[in-house]
């Protein structure tokens, strides 16, 4: 099992940057695909971005693309998400998620999840 703690989130401005992270517990990081969903007030939680366990492999939203990076560093059993050129639309709180299966974009396949961090991006 794993726990996760999201921080980094804040008030930006549009065009600004943040950075957030994930940092997990648990012996088994590695061996977990990592995810960024958000929730914007009224909408569904969406998919932002997903990482493989080694890194290799990343997907990300059509809207985050070119925009957001995900990153993870094993060792310090973190994931990181680095937003940059953010817009108003991309105000949501943001999750990070845990796969023991697959690197998806899929939300049921994740199964860990933290509390949030909220990101409000001003225009």
């Known amino acids: 099992q794993v726990q996760l703690v999201e921080s980094g989130g804040g008030l930006v401005q549009a065009g600004g940057s943040l950075r957030l992270s994930c940092a997990a517990s648990?012996?088994?990081?590695?061996?977990?695909?990592m995810a960024w969903f958000r929730q914007a007030p009224g909408k569904e939680r969406e998919f932002v971005a997903a990482i493989s366990e080694g890194g290799t492999i990343t997907y990300y939203a059509d809207s985050v693309k070119g925009r957001f990076t995900i990153s993870r560093d094993n060792a310090k059993k973190t994931v990181y998400l680095q937003m940059i050129s953010l817009k108003p639309e991309d105000t949501a709180v943001y999750y990070c998620?845990?796969?023991?299966?697959?690197?998806?974009?899929?939300?049921?396949?994740?199964?860990?999840w933290g509390q949030g961090t909220q990101v409000t991006v001003s225009s």
């Open positions: 648990g012996r088994t990081f590695s061996s977990y695909a």
């Open positions: 998620a845990a796969s023991v299966r697959y690197t998806s974009r899929m939300i049921d396949l994740y199964d860990y």
